[in-house]
């Protein structure tokens, strides 16, 4: 028990002994007035007087009895002052508990928003996590269907490989093709250089053997990366360039161009600056870059 509290409980002993006292005195004046109110009675009643030693006998006893009963009365006012002196410590007794309970009660709340911060914080680290998670597996599972398509875009490349043309056959083909636009342009001299890409592939003799499989699967793969909602697609998009030859960059370029593509292929070249390392002096024509936008040559800057 605190000091504060031993010293409260100190004063209301004495408060009680106090009361208990003047409780007591009051009730001896009292009686004792009584007792000479009866007494004067009695001497009154028994002996023969005049009206001067009436007035004498009244005033003496009433002189003493007064006296004892004003002293009973200040004594239960001063029993009086220390019940409410009592009271008055009751109440500030109650009023520490209350002021305890109070900062039990402050204390509580700090507990309990300590715990609700903690949990709080525990609840960000686990979304945190969860959110890593989820992009970790997002990643594992774009990753593996992009090396799968990669590698149906190698099969192909393989297959490629094992015809008559063998490993340079995107040069061979690339060089013939060249030399088709040549012929195409000499005789139809009213045909736009668009127009001629156009038709040169339109009638490339191995554009079915070989390519049209080959860059509708590349298609697929870049419009793969397009899509995903993987953060670095430039990224995935190099890895794709780099499995490309030169001479199947070349090929791609006219691809892009030619009525067999389409405009988000075309889009998508642009957009991944896939033509940033082509080597623009073995284009058939310079001006032909024009038809692309600067995007799809990144920071090579068309003559």
Do not use: C
């Amino acid at each position: 028990m605190s000091k504060v509290k031993d010293n409260i409980e100190f004063d209301d002993n004495e408060i009680n002994k106090a009361g208990m006292f003047y409780e007591k005195g009051s009730t001896i004046a009292i009686v004792i007035g009584a007792l000479f109110f009866v007494g004067g009675a009695i001497i009154f009643i028994n002996q023969d007087s005049n009206l001067e030693q009436y007035g004498a006998f009244g005033e003496f006893f009433g002189g003493i009895i007064g006296s004892f009963w004003s002293l009973a009365g200040v004594l239960l006012f001063y029993a009086a002052l220390k019940t409410q002196a009592k009271e008055f410590i009751i109440q500030r007794q109650q009023l520490e508990l209350q002021r305890d309970e109070l900062k039990l009660q402050r204390n509580e709340l700090k507990l309990q928003r300590y715990e609700t911060e903690l949990q709080r914080k525990e609840f960000e680290r686990q979304t945190e996590q969860l959110i890593h998670q989820n992009a970790t597996l997002a990643v594992q599972k774009f990753e593996n269907t992009f090396f799968h398509l990669l590698g149906l875009h190698n099969d192909i490349v393989n297959s490629n490989e094992s015809r008559e043309l063998g490993k340079k056959w995107a040069k061979e083909l690339y060089l013939r093709f060249i030399g088709n636009y040549q012929r195409i342009s000499g005789r139809e001299e009213e045909l736009n250089k668009l127009e001629l890409i156009q038709k040169a592939y339109h009638l490339f003799p191995k554009r079915i053997e070989y390519f049209d499989r080959y860059f509708n699967n590349l298609y697929y793969v870049l419009n793969f990366i397009h899509r995903s909602n993987i953060e670095d697609k430039y990224f995935y998009a190099s890895i794709v360039r780099a499995q490309l030859t030169v001479f199947e960059q070349l090929f791609l370029f006219y691809f892009g161009l030619s009525e067999f593509s389409n405009s988000e292929f075309k889009d998508i070249l642009q957009t991944y600056h896939f033509f940033e390392e082509i080597p623009l002096d073995e284009l058939i024509d310079m001006s032909h870059t024009e038809y692309y936008s600067q995007d799809a040559f990144g920071k090579i800057k068309k003559n």
